[in-house]
């Protein structure tokens, strides 16, 4: 079973341009979730999607921010138009639906550097 | 809010030595709590979690005790080797599906 995936791996543009990533969750997962690293800090939340619905989309930072889930599948992250504050690691992670904590399963990140 | 702290890195060490990373909380009520680990060009994985306290996870001969008097959740190995390089990440679970993380520690062992 493969497990989440996120595109790009890298991506480096300029200040005031915009970005796109990707991700696409383990298939038949319900929830997905947005985390991002800056800096080397600690990570943290941005929202949470059951299937199409956002949940919680308490840690987005500001409204350059969009992320959408069309059809509860993938899902992407529009940084629109980027800062330089906005470098770091973004994650993307996945768990099943149910009553209880089911485990996240992180996707490799992707590297977003901002000049 | 809720929030981990763990002790900084980097971590450096000789292969077969003790590891410890001190991992503390704050949070409202009794959390479950995670140490995740990333290793080079890979996710985030999971590798032990404890739901209550004075629970032990354990994996890969890590282990880790939930206590609610410290409010820690030390990461602890006997004898590290090399592939245990890596970046590890203490966290807690707020409500049902949020993870809040402390900031990791990069640790590398040499052989």
């Known amino acids: 079973e493969a497990g989440v995936t996120q595109f790009p791996s890298h991506s480096v543009i300029e200040k005031g341009q915009t970005v796109t990533l990707r991700c696409d969750p383990i298939s038949g997962h319900d929830n997905l979730y947005w985390y991002r690293r800056v800096m080397g800090k600690e990570i943290k939340f941005l929202l949470h999607?059951?299937?199409?619905?956002?949940?919680?989309e308490s840690g987005m930072p500001n409204n350059r921010f969009l992320a959408e889930r069309t059809g509860g599948t993938y899902s992407t992250l529009k940084v629109q138009p980027a800062e330089l504050e906005d470098s770091g690691v973004y994650f993307c992670?996945?768990?099943?639906?149910?009553?209880?904590?089911?485990?996240?399963?992180f996707g490799p990140g992707t590297r977003l550097t901002v000049l | 809010g809720d929030s981990v702290t763990q002790m900084e890195g980097p971590v450096t060490l000789s292969e077969e030595a003790f590891l410890t990373i001190n991992c503390t909380y704050t949070a409202t009520g009794y959390p479950s709590l995670f140490w995740y680990v990333q290793y080079p060009g890979e996710g985030l994985q999971l590798l032990l979690k404890?739901?209550?306290?004075?629970d032990k996870g354990s994996n890969k001969g890590f282990e880790a005790t939930y206590r609610k008097e410290t409010t820690s959740f030390h990461l602890e190995k006997g004898s590290v080797q090399v592939s245990d390089s890596a970046v590890y990440f203490c966290?807690?679970?707020?409500?049902?599906?949020?993870?809040?993380f402390g900031q990791g520690t990069r640790l590398t062992i040499n052989p």
């Open positions: 992670a996945s768990s099943h639906r149910g009553h209880r904590y089911n485990e996240q399963f």
């Open positions: 966290a807690l679970l707020q409500g049902a599906q949020k993870l809040v």
């Open positions: 999607f059951v299937k199409e619905s956002k949940q919680d």
């Open positions: 404890a739901t209550k306290a004075d």
